[in-house]
């Protein structure tokens, strides 16, 4: 469909909580999915990374992921539950501020529950790389960013140094 704008760290759509999806809105879903597709290739064309994009990074205020695994999924009112106890700390990138790396910590495991574009709820278990990835991107569609947790104030660090940085 169309490469969207993402939005970048400063705009203040990026701190609001996004609205569940109705079931009603389903239908409806497909060209908002495609511009999410189009908009993370495209960033990963640009930048060489990105597995996911959360509806609110291009102005889509809903509970809406497009997660570009094998096979790709769009997850609708995505909840993660059963979180571990378990956490591991990691240097997190995130689409809307290319640039900068936060180390925050993530729990290892979890559950992800989510109805996909024909209604069906899925559940799937989560664990490390996959696990992390989906914290980060549920934590979008609450208005929250990685810059919000940071482990310290040590935690931020540009890309261009990652090779600087330790584990």
Same mark, same amino acid.
């Not at 999915?33 to 994009?53: E, N, P, S, W, Y």
């Not at 700390?89 to 925050?104: G, I």
């Not at 559940?123 to 960013?145: F, K, N, P, W, Y």
């Given at each position: 469909?169309?490469?969207?704008? =993402?939005? %970048? ?25 495609? /511009? ?5 290739? *495209? ?12 509806? $609110?990074? =291009? ?10 695994? *094998? $096979? ?5 009112? $995505? =909840?993660?539950?059963? %979180?571990? &106890?378990?956490?591991?700390? +990691?240097? *997190?990138?995130?689409?809307?501020? $290319? ?22 709820? =899925?559940?799937?278990? +989560?664990?490390? /790389?996959?696990?992390?990835? %989906? ?14 947790? &940071? ?13 600087? %940085?330790?584990?």
């Amino acid at each position: 469909m169309a490469v969207r704008e =993402i939005l %970048l760290l400063g705009n203040p759509l990026l701190h609001r909580p996004c609205q569940p999806v109705g079931r009603d809105e389903l239908a409806g879903l497909g060209g908002v999915v495609d /511009d999410l597709r189009d908009t993370l290739l *495209d960033f990963r064309r640009r930048h060489g990374c990105g597995r996911a994009i959360a509806a $609110p990074q =291009i102005g889509v205020m809903k509970r809406l992921i497009y997660w570009h695994s *094998d $096979p790709p999924w769009a997850l609708v009112n $995505p =909840i993660l539950e059963n %979180l571990s &106890a378990e956490t591991f700390a +990691l240097w *997190d990138d995130c689409m809307s501020f $290319p640039d900068l790396l936060v180390r925050v910590a993530r729990h290892r495991t979890c559950t992800l529950r989510f109805t996909d574009l024909s209604g069906n709820e =899925i559940v799937r278990q +989560l664990a490390d /790389d996959s696990a992390e990835l %989906l914290q980060h991107e549920c934590d979008h569609l609450d208005g929250i960013l990685a810059t919000q947790k &940071a482990i310290d104030g040590r935690s931020f660090a540009l890309r261009s140094e990652r090779s600087q %940085l330790t584990a």
